[in-house]
């Protein structure tokens, strides 16, 4: 397993400001995932986020709205751009430990709570 | 139709019930099956991989049909405890695609 933090654990933000998420792992891992998870919805993936190469994003997400950064291999960031009250959410970082590939078992953060008034 | 489907709920069954509930995935190439327990407001936590033989840990156990395709949690003597939203979790062209959750609420 892994232990993982993310800070901040909650921010009430203004609309058109942005805000960065940190997430630290206590350990080296090869990808690190963000997701966004709607109260009461399942996890939707923002991106994959290697060290050393840009961010793969999914269907619906820009690198413009939701720029990452991954500078080592037990840190990333996200950032949430030009925020809007749409961007209100609960914001996962997680890695996948055992293989490290994208559909293996994977652990989380204990989640930014962002809203955007 | 959704890549995984699960029942949102909520379940409500007294103390001590067995509670069984499944969920179904549209991917037949899906190696990877997971079921994870997520608490009110806090992160989904990792409960068992599912295996093709099934998976048993103590007083939870997984199974999977490949044939309906559709994985299942069956939950005996509950507790107070295990009220949480179950999540479902599918492996689908190389990522891990997430049930919304059913939600189980264990009275006394």
């Known amino acids: 397993s892994a232990v993982i933090s993310q800070k901040p654990s909650r921010d009430i933000c203004q609309r058109g400001t942005s805000l960065t998420i940190q997430c630290q792992v206590d350990?080296?891992?090869?990808?690190m995932f963000w997701y966004r998870q709607q109260p009461g919805q399942s996890l939707t993936l923002i991106a994959t986020a290697n060290q050393g190469s840009e961010a793969t994003y999914e269907s619906g997400f820009v690198i413009d709205k939701f720029p990452i950064s991954r500078p080592n291999l037990t840190f990333s960031t996200l950032t949430v751009s030009n925020m809007s009250p749409e961007d209100s959410s609960i914001y996962l970082c997680?890695?996948?430990?055992?293989?490290?590939?994208?559909?293996?078992?994977?652990?989380f953060g204990p989640g930014t709570r962002l809203t955007v008034l | 139709r959704k890549e995984v489907e699960q029942d949102p709920g909520p379940f409500n069954v007294p103390e001590g019930a067995t509670v069984a509930f499944n969920c179904t995935y549209s991917n037949s190439a899906s190696q990877s099956f997971f079921w994870y327990r997520q608490d009110c407001r806090k992160e989904p936590k990792l409960l068992m991989s599912v295996y093709s033989s099934g998976n048993e840990d103590g007083r939870f156990t997984a199974q999977l049909n490949r044939a309906s395709q559709y994985i299942s949690l069956l939950i005996r003597d509950s507790k107070l405890s295990d009220s949480a939203t179950y999540l479902c979790?599918?492996?689908?062209?190389?990522?891990?695609?997430w049930g919304a959750g059913t939600k189980l609420i264990i009275k006394p």
């Open positions: 350990s080296q891992v090869t990808m």
């Open positions: 979790v599918v492996d689908s062209n190389y990522q891990l695609i």
């Open positions: 997680s890695v996948a430990v055992a293989g490290g590939g994208s559909t293996d078992t994977q652990y």
